[in-house]
């Protein structure tokens, strides 16, 4: 089936540093999702990429997909407490969704 | 998200037991789906389903049941089959067409000794 690869796995930083996760395709990704989730809550919808290149912001958060929609980041500038999660990626085709298996962030006060 | 509502929180079952865990939305949304979760992991699809009376196999179906008489509703039944039962169980809706992101509940914890 279809694999979506996430990296890092893991990602500790300082508040204030900057933050960057990997969504990675051997195929050609139709449309990407990112979510988070909160410890101990459940995945919140974040944005969706649909067209090649596509870049799209949000205050601190700056979402990119890729030219040859393979892949896609997530950067998070400045973090914050607050941005203390997982961030997941995931490839939708029409009602099915195939989730990337997230990357952790941690941020030290 | 406040529309849709999973309970109980938290679920103590003993093993051999089957379980039923409850998932109500009132987003009328069509699609709803069952994800597992794991410590440290990502989410895998139970089942899912587009329309009332039918639904789909996901990637890790096996020891699991669901049904799907109302549009509101889609239970989801671990039964003893289901060697690794304990788990964070997230259910979710979606509108049907255009690539609808998903709407979680609160999810369900799942401890099965």
């Known amino acids: 089936g279809q694999q979506v690869m996430q990296i890092p796995q893991y990602q500790h930083v300082q508040e204030g540093e900057d933050f960057t996760t990997y969504c990675n395709s051997s195929?050609?990704?139709?449309?990407i999702q990112w979510y988070k989730q909160r410890p101990g809550g459940h995945p919140v919808f974040l944005i969706q990429?649909?067209?090649?290149?596509e870049v799209k912001k949000q205050k601190r958060l700056t979402f990119q997909f890729g030219e040859a929609k393979k892949n896609s980041s997530l950067h998070i500038t400045a973090t914050q407490t607050t941005d203390v999660g997982t961030y997941f990626c995931?490839?939708?085709?029409?009602?099915?969704?195939?989730f990337g298996p997230g990357t952790r962030l941690s941020v030290l006060p | 998200d406040g529309g849709i509502t999973q309970s109980p929180k938290y679920l103590f079952r003993k093993e051999g037991q089957n379980v039923t865990l409850s998932c109500e939305q009132n987003?009328?949304?069509?699609?709803m789906y069952w994800y597992r979760q794991d410590p440290g992991q990502g989410l895998r699809l139970i089942y899912y389903?587009?329309?009332?009376?039918?639904?789909q196999k996901g990637d890790i179906a096996e020891g699991y049941s669901v049904s799907r008489e109302k549009k509101e509703s889609f239970p989801l039944t671990v039964t003893s089959a289901q060697k690794n039962p304990t788990a964070f169980y997230l259910c979710?809706?979606?509108?049907?067409?255009?690539?609808?992101?998903?709407?979680f509940g609160n999810g369900t914890r799942l401890t099965v000794t």
């Open positions: 979710a809706t979606s509108r049907t067409g255009g690539n609808s992101p998903l709407h």
């Open positions: 195929t050609t990704l139709s449309n």
């Open positions: 990429l649909v067209k090649s290149g």
């Open positions: 995931a490839e939708t085709y029409g009602q099915n969704f195939v």
């Open positions: 987003l009328n949304h069509d699609a």
């Open positions: 389903s587009q329309i009332v009376n039918d639904f």
